[in-house]
Nanobody, 123 residues
């Protein structure tokens, strides 16, 4: 499975971005897709995840109410709509995929990782 993330960029505080992650390869084996982020000098942290059916999305507390994860199985794509962005959202965002659905927010359930896309929130 290969993952290609895109959609990052520079945005002012309060602005919005939508990240996309296109999956290719043995995608029928994928039941979990998620987004993580890593800020400079910090560990990679969980942001959001969603099951293959599109149900059961879950988020880290700091993005609840601002970010929305969704997926379009026909396009093999998962999205992360980010609204009301804050400077502390600045990070490299990574999409990830796993074969088994899990509520575990660590990287453990994820078997495949994309290359990351930079999100910078600054005035």
């Amino acid at each position: 499975v290969q993952l290609q993330a895109s959609g990052g960029g520079l945005v002012q505080p309060g602005g919005s971005l939508r990240l996309s992650c296109v999956a290719s390869g043995s995608i029928l084996s994928i039941n979990l897709m998620g987004w993580f982020r890593q800020a400079p000098g910090k560990e990679r942290e969980f942001v959001a995840a969603i099951s293959r059916s599109g149900g059961l999305p879950y988020y880290t507390n700091s993005v609840k109410g601002r970010f929305t994860i969704s997926r379009d199985n026909a396009k093999n794509t998962v999205y992360l709509q980010m609204n009301s962005l804050k400077p502390e959202d600045t990070a490299v965002y990574y999409c990830a995929a796993g074969q088994s659905f899990s509520g575990d927010t660590s990287p453990r359930p994820y078997d495949y990782w994309g290359q990351g896309t930079q999100v910078t929130v600054s005035s």
